[in-house]
């Protein structure tokens, strides 16, 4: 008779027999390379975790390998695991949307523990409003969100948020938080954000469509929401058929446009689009960089639109400025802007001062919405220079900060001590990319006035 009692009893567990997890491996290097979601069963055949992955055979693959370490709560889980269905998806944000529904509808008892208890991202469409917001919330329960149509809930916010950055390439939904109102006739004064002219967004704050188009567009999001790609499409197409043959000519090209953005959807951009590629080398990972550095500022809402500022003169002659634009972590050079300083020669300050008062006077009077980052080259006296200005406006920008060569120290409205990052902090690494690229963008300008000068050209 043994004496020796299971290590569960003690609150251990036995590590998976390594036969079970070889016939495991071995049935999930069957699986195809595409997107899907995963559910692990136990030995009566009940889900206990379903999972998303972009590639369904090296996803499933990684939990099996002798070599995994999938940290504590899930290698617990390993114990559990008897055999796993798969679902294959057309796409990484249908497998996204398929998790959510499945882990709704069955509850596995592992995605409720490795969550601890936190509360799940969900989306919100405010249909109740003349032109419906598309939110990611963990609040849906919020007044602001009363009579919204609620997607979730879902288990990775990042995951959710690239989803829905994706399809707003599509439906060109806003996800401002602006009033925006059908009877207001101000609006054709308002100068939209940069997701309008990136063709992100339709721009309904500067009545560039009317309301019962966009409401269209949103129907169609929802619809597509519900439905597999292929599917939709099918739908799209004959949508679009019909409105041809009605003579409308219009909603006939918005369908075209539509079909094909979604028949590109992995399209990744290149020159064609506006961006500058190269400058893309200085740091690894955009999303990696905009989330980094939204964590360091503390941001509740992610950072989409990043803005820097910088000024370039040689001895106080021929001093110049430079605004350029990062959108989603990539510059976007038709939005670059260069200033020949006028009010000052020799003050850094004044120059910014300048710069900032020229570029943001009508997001100060409420005309326009600000960047979510406003970035100045320099230390704390250029970050006080730009505050100055912008303690005069009515309207205030939501993140100023600045960056100071030599230590990399990011000041902040926020903080009277400086934040001092690690080099390798993709945070820190996107904006020195853009700081730099501001100084490069000034000094570019600064050589063009000189040589001018010294040639006697106009």
């Known amino acids: 008779m043994s004496l020796q009692r299971p290590a569960r009893r003690f609150g251990f567990d036995m590590p998976a027999p390594r036969e079970k997890l070889d016939r495991l491996l071995e049935k999930a290097h069957q699986l195809p390379r595409t997107p899907g979601v995963y559910l692990m069963k136990d030995t009566a055949g009940v889900v206990i975790y379903v999972g ?3 590639r369904l055979k090296d996803r499933v693959a990684s939990y099996f390998q002798p070599s995994a370490d999938l940290g504590f709560k899930k290698q617990q889980m390993l114990d559990f695991i008897d055999d796993f269905d798969t679902l294959d998806c057309e796409t990484e944000w249908e497998a996204l949307l398929t998790e959510n529904r499945l882990i709704k509808d069955t509850h596995p008892r592992f995605n409720a523990r490795l969550i601890d208890d936190k509360t799940f991202p969900y989306l919100a469409i405010t249909l109740k409003d003349d032109f419906p917001g598309v939110f990611v919330t963990r609040s849906p329960q919020d007044e602001e969100f009363k009579g919204a149509k609620i997607f979730g809930p879902f288990t990775s916010v990042y ?6 950055q994706i399809l707003q390439q599509v439906f060109k939904f806003r996800t401002c938080h602006l009033d925006i109102r059908d009877d207001d006739e101000k609006r054709v004064h308002f100068r939209p954000c940069l ?8 721009a309904p ?4 469509i009317t309301k019962e188009k966009y409401r269209a567009d949103i ?4 619809r597509f929401l519900g439905s597999k790609r292929s599917v939709m499409l099918r739908e799209m197409k004959q949508d679009m058929e019909k409105a041809s043959s009605e003579l409308r000519f219009e909603d006939a090209a918005t369908l075209r446009d539509q079909i094909k953005a979604i028949e590109k959807l992995d399209h990744r951009a290149d020159r064609k689009d506006g961006w500058q590629p190269e400058t893309e080398s200085l740091y690894v990972d955009p999303q990696k960089g905009l989330a980094s550095l939204q964590r360091t500022l503390g941001l509740d809402e992610p950072i989409r639109c990043l803005e820097a500022i910088d000024i370039a003169h040689l001895g106080g002659n021929e001093t110049v400025g430079s605004k350029v634009c990062f959108v989603d972590g990539r510059p976007l050079k038709n939005e670059y802007r260069r200033y020949k300083i006028n009010t000052v020669d020799n003050d850094d300050y004044k120059a910014i001062q300048e710069v900032v008062s020229r570029r943001y006077r009508d997001a100060g009077a409420g005309q326009e919405l600000y960047p979510d980052v406003i970035l100045i080259d320099g230390g704390l006296g250029q970050l ?3 505050l100055e200005v912008f303690n005069d406006v009515d309207v205030r920008p939501p993140m100023v900060i600045s960056l100071a060569k030599k230590e990399e120290l990011i000041y902040t409205q926020a903080k009277s001590e400086p934040i001092k990052l690690g080099r390798d902090n993709a945070g820190l690494k996107l904006c020195q990319a853009i700081r730099d690229e501001a100084h490069r963008f000034a000094q570019h300008y600064h050589h063009i006035l000189r040589r001018k ?3 006697g050209e106009k």
Do not use: G, N, W
């Open 52 to 54: 998303k992955a972009a």
């Open 159 to 164: 995951a959710l948020r690239e989803s829905l």
């Open 195 to 202: 997701l309008y002219p990136i063709k992100q967004c339709t």
């Open 205 to 208: 704050c500067a009545a560039k």
């Open 219 to 222: 129907d169609r999001f929802i």
């Open 384 to 386: 006080h220079a730009a």
């Open 453 to 455: 000068k010294m040639l």
